[in-house]
């Protein structure tokens, strides 16, 4: 026998949600990208760091907000989606006015980078370096190659400036993270419109149990 329906269903996973750790790491990267490479009293660099903010904190208040009101956590998720869509243009812009070349969804670079699965933002500085310095010199030609974190097995050096590196990396990373929230949306959508909300679970909460005798 299936149990009853909850009132407020569980709720507040958000740590778990891949959607959630890839765009805390677009946050970190972002904060060290800006940091280094905008002034720190322009309103550009505190812009830059409120939309990757925004971007982890309504994925989490959106998740916690669940147990009673989906619509909400489908608001805040979309917020979440509008907000790393501008963090988005604006390393477009960043590249775009420096006159550096923004690499194309199938560069070899980003691929190394999303495949490295990398977990933090040192991670992330570590496949900058690599990139920009090409793969190390091996004394034996014979020798495999390494297999780590952040492996950059056929990385070569193009003479990229790191911040050009390291703008594409966080497009990468903030490329990911869109397409896992547009799936969320998605699924999010498409449950509330089947299932409703909180005052369409309490109706049948209360009919379950009206009819149970209890």
């Known amino acids: 026998m299936s149990e009853p329906e909850k009132l407020i ?39 830059r760091v409120q939309a990757a903010r925004s971007g ?10 669940s147990g009673t009101s989906k619509k909400m956590e489908l608001k805040l998720t979309s917020v979440t989606r509008a907000s790393l869509e501008e963090l988005r243009l604006d390393y477009e812009d960043f590249l775009r006015h420096r006159g550096l070349p923004q690499w194309p969804r199938e560069d070899a670079r980003r ?13 992330v500085a570590e496949w900058v370096r690599a990139v920009h310095d090409g793969p190390p010199v091996r004394n034996n030609p014979d020798e495999s190659e390494k297999v780590g974190p952040m492996s950059t097995g056929s990385t070569q050096s193009t003479g990229s400036t790191y911040a050009e590196i390291s703008a594409n990396g966080a497009l990468a990373l903030l ?40």
Do not use: M, W
């Open 9 to 47: 269903p569980p709720h507040g996973g958000y740590r778990k949600l891949k959607s959630f750790q890839i765009a805390q790491l677009a946050y970190d990267v972002t904060v060290r990208f800006c940091d280094r490479y905008i002034q720190k009293r322009s309103r550009t660099h505190d812009q």
């Open 56 to 65: 982890v904190q309504n994925i989490a208040e959106g998740s916690q907000a």
């Open 111 to 123: 691929d190394e980078l999303i495949a490295a699965r990398p977990a933090t933002a040192e991670h």
């Open 175 to 214: 490329a990911v993270a869109c397409s896992l929230l547009d799936r969320q949306i998605a699924t999010l959508e498409k449950n509330f419109v089947e299932e409703g909300g909180f005052t369409e679970r309490l109706y049948r909460v209360r009919s379950a149990r009206r009819n149970s005798g209890h």
